[in-house]
Nanobody
Framework: QVQLVEPGGGLVQAGGSLRLSCVAS????????????MAWSRQAPGKEREFVAAVTRTAYSTDYAESVKGRFTISRDNAKNTSYLQMYSLNPDDTAVYYC???????????????WGQGTQVTVSS
């Protein structure tokens, strides 16, 4: 069993930056982290969960939601079983619970991701 844990959320002012981390732990963590696509999604109050970004196993390919392109960067360090979401130029619309996820393919469909973290709150004040 692999767990995904997301430390790094918090409160930031509009225009600021924040980096989220997602750490895979458990018996198969190293294999899991280096095998699967890693992704981030978010869910704002009263809204459905939406895709944010994803990165392939070797980081050769990435994909981003239009709303975060040019502001967010996803990356991964397989040696540390960790993926990152670096967020710049944050605005109040980015306020949400951010979830780390892992899955077999690079897709913007959140239903294709098979493992999820518990989520971390990101609040952007105006």
């Amino acid at each position: 069993q692999v767990q995904l844990v997301e430390p790094g959320g918090g409160l930031v002012q509009a225009g600021g930056s924040l980096r989220l981390s997602c750490v895979a732990s458990g018996q198969s963590a190293s294999t899991y982290a280096s095998t699967y696509v890693m992704a981030w999604s978010r869910q704002a109050p009263g809204k459905e969960r939406e895709f944010v970004a994803a990165v392939t196993r070797t980081a050769y390919s990435t994909d981003y939601a239009e709303s975060v392109k040019g502001r967010f960067t996803i990356s991964r360090d397989n040696a540390k079983n960790t993926s990152y979401l670096q967020m710049y130029s944050l605005n109040p619309d980015d306020t949400a619970v951010y979830y780390c996820a892992a899955g077999p393919i690079l897709t913007m469909s959140t239903t294709h991701y098979i493992s999820w973290g518990q989520g971390t709150q990101v609040t952007v004040s105006s």
